[in-house]
């Protein structure tokens, strides 16, 4: 439990929250500030910042419950779709500082806009390049 961690009051019941899943380590709810309804997050109950500094052991039971809850999310909704995504560190978006995923039910022709960004046009020798720097880092 981390002072003054939003997502660490919820988990200890300090503030209220609807909750859709727990376990010993994960917990689901419904973000309260939704993108579209049904808009669901889902935390590691240890607290870390996000993916970047989550421990291995933490990270390795994050996908079955994504999966568990995205399956409840899509049913629930009747959703064509599953949207799923994930910001570290303030410059991706990130505002609470509590490792989580968010799940949103998509529709085929839904508004929630679409969310591939446009594309840059670079050479393959360049691309070919930026994978080197990536797997020296590695
Ligand atoms: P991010 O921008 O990825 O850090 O997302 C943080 C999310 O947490 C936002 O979508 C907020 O709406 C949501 N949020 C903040 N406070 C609460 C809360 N008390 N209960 C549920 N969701 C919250
Ligand atoms: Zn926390």
Redesign the pocket.
Same mark, same amino acid.
């Not at 978006?93 to 609470?96: L, S, T």
């Given at each position: 439990m981390e002072n003054d961690c939003?997502f660490c009051k +919820?988990i200890a019941g300090e503030?209220p929250?609807c909750k859709v899943y727990e376990d010993d380590n994960f917990l689901a709810?419904?973000? +309260?500030?939704p993108a579209v309804r049904g808009h669901t997050?889902v935390i590691p109950k240890h607290h870390c910042r996000n993916l970047l500094d989550t421990p291995d052991n933490v990270g390795a039971g994050f996908y079955p419950v994504l999966k568990k809850v995205s399956l409840s999310v899509k049913a629930a909704f009747r959703a064509e779709g599953i949207y799923m995504f994930?910001?570290n560190e303030p410059a991706s978006?990130?505002?609470?500082f509590h490792s989580?995923v968010?799940i949103i039910p998509r529709y085929k022709n839904d508004d929630f806009g679409k969310h591939n960004p446009p594309r840059l046009k670079v050479e393959i020798s360049e691309i070919a390049k930026d994978a080197e720097s990536i797997k020296k880092n590695i």
């Open positions: 939003i +919820i503030i929250s709810f419904m973000d +309260i500030n997050l994930q910001q978006g990130q505002e609470v989580h968010h």
